[in-house]
């Protein structure tokens, strides 16, 4: 049998995803419903593109529902256990690169949640790979795309 994937997440990115289902479930998927009504109001479905539009946006909105039912169904709640010495999901990390002395923050959440222009960044992204259970003034090695390395210093985790 094959095993279900987690889907690693806190309790904050939990909460968002039980909003957006329910938004999805009592708004979108009657607005949809209405829009289905109206364009067959419209007469011959062959050639009743606000039909296929509606019934696209529809099987859209199913697929994004079962989607979230299925994250929350499998959710793995990241519990904080206190301790701030080491990179772990949930937590904000500081970097500086060496050489270098910029600093860079990202919040590491379970892919479910990631946002990279909130700065929420996948537990399965190379970065948050390589950072996660490192301490704090550990310099690390993190792989970059290009198949080089950039060698970072842990400044700060929160």
Known sequence: METQKEFPMTQEGFNKLEKELEELKTVKRPEVVEKIKVARSFG???????????KDEQGFIEQEIQKIENM????????????????QIGRTVTFTEI???????????????ADPFEGKISNESPIAKALIGKKLNE???VPLPNGNEMKVKIVKID
């Open 44 to 54: 011959d479905l062959s050639e009743n593109s606000e039909y296929d539009a509606a």
């Open 72 to 87: 929350i169904r499998h959710a793995q709640i990241i519990e904080d256990n206190g301790s701030k010495n080491d990179v």
């Open 99 to 113: 050489p270098g002395n910029e600093e860079e923050s990202y919040k590491i959440v379970g892919s479910a949640e």
């Open 139 to 141: 310099e690390v090695n």
